[in-house]
């Protein structure tokens, strides 16, 4: 199939329709061998690679809206694996890997773009804080670069540099990171698994799970019972309330995380940039947009929008950092649902409910955790044993004392 510019204005004059759908609109069969709930970025991955990895094929995931609707549609589209723990460095690099073939490996342009991250050094302390980070992540295979002041200035003289309160010192800087195109990545996953067999069911909102002696049978939705002999959750911020029908109370909160978006300008930031003096981060989108966002609203909520002081903290971590931001129109934001777990590292395990297994507690590393956590939560699902590189997301961890506390990833709720 050609698609030329001449397709394009052609299809547009006669009502697009001749683009052939990316996947089947697939009514649900009475069982199957694995049910997946949530068809965001998770829960399709995880489809993905139960059908091409594990041979899976009679996998259905379940929506209740439409597929993407959810947090991966919603995010800053930033991709990474900078962390310091070694219950977490390993996987996000895996997952680093997976993006970097990802492309090629779903015949699909997700727009992965390895512009290079910054994480800016304010103090001395800091300073020797990514030092550590930076070596943590070089032991898992991992790129790193601590960058001195003039080194920095050299590739982003667009900074306040000399902000009184707080000055740039350097920055950690992992080449290999950078964003992709998030609904490219949720339509590619979606191809892939449709082609492979597995039904896409939209518009089927789960209500309940039928558990019989401890063993799960399946799920209970808007468009009847559908039997499962295994039933995977991945529903980002809906965590709580979805594995609530299952009477399972899990250690999270939900909480929204707003993003920003300007009008389209010419080119200027190459490179995503975080700063380390107030929670802010930004990159340039191919479009021209500054996409931007900070911390979450400090109050729990299902509702995909937040308040206006968060918008003004936001802005002011901008101003700080790159006083010429305060010159762009913000074109529009957004609001996505994160499940903040207690430390603020993931849950991809097995729960007391004999074949009802969990993936959640993102947290801020949802989008960037998309391929190693789909194949991470295929793995467990075909195998009943954890992928190497998840082995420590534990859903007990909590109980055990086995945390990973991983605040410095993000900021964290004040959770009781």
């Not at 697009?16 to 068809?39: E, S």
């Not at 200027?268 to 929670?279: E, L, P, Q, R």
């Not at 190693?372 to 295929?378: E, I, N, Q, V």
């Amino acid at each position: 199939m050609q698609f030329s510019g001449l397709r394009v204005v052609r299809e547009a004059l006669r009502g697009h329709r001749g683009w052939a759908p990316l996947w089947r609109d697939a009514a649900p069969k009475p069982n199957y061998d694995i049910v997946v709930v949530g068809g965001g970025g998770h829960g399709l991955a995880t489809a993905y690679y139960l059908a091409s990895v594990f041979r899976q094929t009679r996998v259905a995931v379940l929506e209740k809206g439409w597929l993407g609707s959810g947090n991966i549609g919603r995010n800053t589209t930033i991709i990474r694996s900078n962390y310091l723990l070694p219950g977490n460095q390993p996987f996000y690099e895996f997952s680093m890997k997976l993006w970097e073939g990802l492309e090629q490996e779903l015949n699909f342009n997700a727009m992965v773009s390895q512009r290079g991250i910054f994480n800016l050094i304010h103090s001395d302390g800091q300073r020797d804080a990514y030092r550590r980070r930076g070596n943590a992540m070089l032991l898992s295979g991992a790129d790193a670069r601590l960058l001195d002041r003039d080194a920095l200035r050299g590739m982003v003289p667009y900074l306040n540099f000399d902000n009184a309160r707080f000055p740039i010192k350097g920055a950690l800087m992992q080449p290999r990171a950078g964003t992709a195109r998030h609904d490219g990545v949720a339509w590619g996953y979606a191809r892939g698994a449709d082609r492979r067999g597995v039904d896409l069911i939209q518009n089927c909102e789960v209500t309940g799970f039928r558990i019989e002696n401890g063993t799960v049978k399946g799920v209970e939705t808007t468009r009847g019972f559908i039997g499962a002999g295994k039933v995977g959750v991945a529903v980002a911020g809906s965590s709580g309330r979805v594995m609530g029908l299952a009477g399972m109370r899990l250690p999270i909160e939900s909480h929204v995380l707003q993003a920003f978006v300007t009008e389209g300008l010419k080119p200027v930031i190459d490179h995503v940039i975080t700063f380390g003096a107030g929670h802010f981060y930004i990159s340039q989108s191919d479009k021209g947009g500054l996409v931007f966002g900070g911390d979450i609203d400090g109050y729990n909520s299902y509702a995909q929008r937040g308040n206006l002081p968060v918008v003004e903290d936001v802005a002011e971590g901008g101003m700080a950092l790159m006083p010429m931001i305060g010159r762009a129109r913000l074109l529009r934001s957004w609001g996505g649902i994160m499940d903040m777990s207690m430390d603020g590292s993931p849950i991809i395990d097995r729960t007391p409910v004999d074949g009802l297994y969990f993936n959640g507690g993102w947290c801020y590393g949802g989008f960037k955790a998309t391929p190693a956590s789909g194949y991470a939560f295929a793995h467990l699902l075909a195998t009943d044993c954890p992928h190497g590189t998840a082995a420590a997301f534990r859903l007990d961890r909590f109980a055990r004392g086995y945390v990973i506390d991983e605040r410095g990833a993000g900021a964290q709720p004040n959770l009781h």
